[in-house]
């Protein structure tokens, strides 16, 4: 047969997952990137150009879709409208999902006992994430995170792990989506302007329902700000999750031990909600040494039945964040709604001290709720019934546990290592739950400083009858 009348190929865009493999392989430029995007897939397939073309078929051999590019000869009536053949009939039994088989489970090993170890806090957070069966960190180097991607990148190789050292933020975020579209445990460390720089991938995370743990260890701000704590990036992890209708939990520690614990939460909570979880801490707890107990059992992770993975079981998943119709994408907001009223309803956390007859109420997380216990324990040797209501999630905030102390309370004082987000968010909650706030005081420092014990002290003490 002469190159002539060889056939040539033709394109079945709605299996062109525009890979562009087929561009590299023609030795004649007959094609090119695709400009327009598929509605039935989202995806943008190639286009063809023949007049070129020899029929030499490389192209169809590089494809790695079986129904993606096809020869003319294949097509059943050239002249007639076309009619797909049967796939099982052309390329034996289409991969279809195995429902029965569902989500490969995890799998938990016991771990044997052995002493506290003595870690701080970013190092406690890498190995919590690997006892969670993370073997997967993609992160761009800040201070003060840079210790726990460091170590990671130590252990990793040895675990036959990946720690990718990413050109920016942007590139580690986008590299989380993938390996979390994988159904891999992931994440990154970071700090608070690099958190900035990855909030676009963890809008497409979140849209494309592709869980991974951010631990933020947040730093001064504005801009570069400094190297030193803060707790103002609460109205970016709480509000401010890149575009459109974003929520993710937000856990926040408050020492190393728990630095180690919600990390191990937080991989479960990403894969259970399939949705980003952001590890909240400051930079003062990352450095923070403290003794950590390491728990009974570690993880060996499983594989979910919607995760992108190379074989015919997961053959035919696809993640996306997009949805072009506006009824497509109503409906994935509404069920987006529905799974963060599922979040709201299942996953508030609040570590009450000294609440239940609480008349004045210290609101405070990370480093600077343990000042606020200290003052907590002096105002009630003073005769003032303080109490400390120290927020695990941020989101969801606990406001059911807060309205249930909240009618023997007089006054609340937030203590802050920031401008006033946690007030903010505070404010919030109270206010969507129509609960009417009594006098609200505070103590904020920012800049790096942390509220003082003696400073909590002074604003609980100040407007209350002390016993002498
Ligand atoms: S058949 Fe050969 S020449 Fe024609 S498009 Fe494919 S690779 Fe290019
Ligand atoms: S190789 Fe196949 S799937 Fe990839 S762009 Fe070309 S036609 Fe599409």
Known sequence: MSASVRPKPYLEPQYCKGCLRCIEACPRDCITPGSAINPATGLVPVELHLENCNGCTLCLQACPEPYGLRLETDRAGLEGEFVLEDPAKLFGEKCVPNHSEGDLPDDRRA?????PLVLKGTYATAIGALLAGCRHVFGYPITPSTEGAELMARILPKLNGHFVHAVSEVAAVNMMYGAGGAGLPCMTFTSS??????????????????????VNMMRGGPGLGNIAPEQTDIKLACRG???????????TPSTPQEMLDLAIDAFALAFRYRNPVILLGDGYLGQMTGKV??????????????AVWGDRAHRHNLISSIALAEADLEDHNEHLNRKYAAITACEQ?????????????VVACNTPARMAKGAVETARENGVKAGLFRPITLWPFPIDALAEIMP??????????????????LRLALSHANIAPPPIDHVRRCGGNLPAQDEILATLLAREEVLS
Do not use: K
């Open 408 to 425: 023997g309370v007089r006054r609340i004082v937030v203590v802050e290592a920031g401008p006033g987000q946690l007030e903010d968010e």
């Open 293 to 306: 107990r390491l728990p009974a059992s570690m993880i060996r992770p499983g594989l979910p039945a919607w």
């Open 111 to 115: 771990l044997p006992d052995c002493e």
């Open 349 to 361: 956390r609040v570590d009450c001290y000294r609440c239940r007859d609480a008349e004045v109420l």
């Open 193 to 214: 302007p690099g958190f900035s720089l990855m909030l676009e991938g963890v809008s497409y995370m979140i849209g494309a329902e592709v869980p991974g743990v951010f």
């Open 241 to 251: 999750l890149g575009h459109g209708n974003t929520h993710a939990i937000v856990l």
